[in-house]
């Protein structure tokens, strides 16, 4: 599914922003352990009048722990643990595996969450960073495969140091996604139970 290998890629981004540009307020860069946050996701298409609005939480841990989970309108959850990925969906009041489309998609972009953590955004062939202003990143893709898919990617950092805002990925000239991060807190551990089960 190619909306969970987006937000996978975001989420990549969004916990490698800060190293690479430090303390947006002019202090030492925070390294990052791990990050929880809400999230709003916004879908807009031109043929949609109204866009279509997803919430949910995420939580994030070095090296490589993931769990990316949509509350509403339709629960399901994307965890990733020592190299393994599943994709569960609650149905009946359990949650079933879902060995669809696009898991290997979604590994393809979180191999480089390490790299981007050390803020070695250059060490990931994919996009050319540019600054658009003293807290935004935008992303734009090097390879005519992935521009067809994704045009470009601009992140907006928050003023405190660690904090990712907003996350807009352009898909064409009349879609985008965008996400809102809330609530996000910082370096906090997390239970190893929070990548493996649902």
Not at 89 to 116: C, H, K, P, T, Y
Request: glycine share 10%.
């Amino acid at each position: 599914m190619r909306t969970h290998a987006f937000l996978c890629l975001l989420l990549s981004l969004f916990l490698g922003t800060t190293p690479v540009w430090g303390n947006p307020t002019g202090g030492p860069a925070v390294r990052l352990r791990s990050v929880q946050a809400d999230f709003t996701q916004e879908k807009h298409l031109k043929i949609l009048a109204r866009p279509l609005v997803s919430q949910g939480i995420f939580a994030f841990q070095t090296p490589q722990s993931l769990r990316w989970e949509y509350l509403r309108p339709l629960h399901s959850i994307l965890l990733l643990h020592e190299g393994r990925m599943r994709k569960l969906i609650e149905r009946e009041g359990g949650f079933e595996q879902d060995n669809g489309a696009g898991i290997d998609a979604m590994r393809v972009v979180l191999q480089d969450i390490g790299s981007w953590l050390d803020g070695r955004f250059a060490d990931n062939p994919l996009f050319q960073v540019t600054r658009a202003g003293e807290r935004t990143v935008v992303l734009t893709p090097k390879e005519q495969g992935l521009q067809a898919v994704i045009s470009r990617i601009e992140l907006q950092l928050g003023p405190e140091e660690g904090v990712m805002e907003q996350v807009t990925i352009f898909e064409g000239p009349e879609s985008f996604t965008r996400l809102r991060f809330t609530n996000t807190v910082l370096n906090r551990e997390i239970p190893a139970g929070t990548f493996t089960q649902p």
